[in-house]
């Protein structure tokens, strides 16, 4: 996977909810080319769904906090992260800023929690 940007080319790159339908090898793949696109000192966006979502362990499990689950007849993966393995996959990006967040909210008449870890992640400047 290549994203179709030169070196360097971005100073900002914002990635909400893509982690939590790609396979974690694959995701892990997808911050390397953040890092190849951004400039020196550029910003990075990136969260994760925690394993504390009510979607967890819903559906058929293919990997560790990986399940595929049924939405209106569609499969749909689910990617779940624990606070311990995230940080892994960062490489030589800095961490700036780190949020967990947690919202309760309704959905059809029934109470729903979404988990979250929000990260700002910084290009170093080698």
Do not use: W
């Amino acid at each position: 996977m290549k994203i179709p940007f030169d070196n360097e080319f971005f100073s900002f790159l914002f990635s909400y909810n893509t982690s939590v339908h790609i396979r974690k090898a694959d995701f892990s793949l997808a911050l390397l080319e953040f890092y190849r696109v951004l400039k020196y000192g550029g910003l990075c966006y990136v969260n994760f769904l925690s394993e504390e979502c009510d979607s967890y362990g819903k559906g058929t499990a293919i990997g560790n906090g990986e399940f595929i689950d049924i939405n209106d007849n569609d499969e749909v993966l689910y990617c779940h992260y624990n606070d311990t393995e995230i940080e892994q996959y960062f490489g030589e990006f800095e961490i700036l800023y780190k949020e967990k967040r947690i919202i309760k909210r309704k959905l059809d008449d029934e109470e729903y929690i979404s988990a979250y870890y929000d990260y700002i992640l910084m290009k170093n400047n080698n």
